[in-house]
């Protein structure tokens, strides 16, 4: 059975809500323990997500349907999921030798 593209906009919100609370238990983790900031995890539920999102798009275009609130909210999630996660891996945050 094909998903529909409210089942794969939930996908996306699922791995992305997913990502962030990966990306939060990684950071808490570093801190307290005073270890290197492992974001494996995460990074691979993003790229889950970034590959639904890619179904769901192609769908939509192939099938011409509309950009409805779910699929903006999936998306908008995704984005800012992956946002939190670049800052970090920019700022390099490593609270090994803290």
Known sequence: MTPTIAQLAM???VQ????????YQAITTAR?????LDLTTCQDQ?????????????KM???DLPVTTLINHA?????AV???YELIVALGCDWQDK
């Open 11 to 13: 996908q996306v919100l």
């Open 16 to 23: 992305a809500g997913n990502a962030k609370n990966s990306l």
């Open 32 to 36: 307290t323990q005073h270890q290197s």
């Open 46 to 58: 993003l790229l889950a997500a970034h590959k639904v999102q890619t179904q769901m798009m192609a």
């Open 61 to 63: 275009a192939a099938e």
């Open 75 to 79: 998306m908008d999630t995704l984005m």
């Open 82 to 84: 992956q946002g939190n």
